[in-house]
Nanobody, 114 residues
Framework: QVQLVESGGGLVQPGGSLRLSCVASGSAFNIWTLAWYRQAPGNQRELVARISSSGNRNYGDSVKGRFTISRVNANNTVYLQMNSLKPEDTAVYYC????????WGQGTQVTVSS
């Protein structure tokens, strides 16, 4: 019923920018948290950024000052704006909605390479 669809991944050069989108559909929630996680081969899953229905935002230390999470209510979309990308940012990025239950998107690949 609840579906999360990520998009916007791709190949970008170091120093470049990319914007990821997570579109939620299927249900409405009063209280929720949406988070972006990432996982690179050989690494554990890492929290990138999160935003809550109350407006609170958190970022992982490795992306602070470079990434911004935002919400657009009109189209039920959460964005992750990624600037000053580094090769270390290469990973599969996942959208995760935490409400009464937890829902995950399918992931989108981000590759930062010259």
């Amino acid at each position: 019923q609840v579906q999360l669809v990520e998009s916007g991944g791709g190949l970008v050069q170091p120093g470049g920018s990319l914007r990821l989108s997570c579109v939620a559909s299927g249900s409405a929630f009063n209280i929720w948290t949406l988070a972006w996680y990432r996982q690179a081969p050989g690494n554990q899953r890492e929290l990138v950024a999160r935003i809550s229905s109350s407006g609170n935002r958190n970022y992982g230390d490795s992306v602070k000052g470079r990434f911004t999470i935002s919400r657009v209510n009109a189209n039920n979309t959460v964005y992750l704006q990624m600037n000053s990308l580094k090769p270390e940012d290469t990973a599969v990025y996942y959208c995760c909605l935490q409400a009464t239950r937890t829902y995950w998107g399918q992931g989108t690949q981000v590759t930062v390479s010259s």
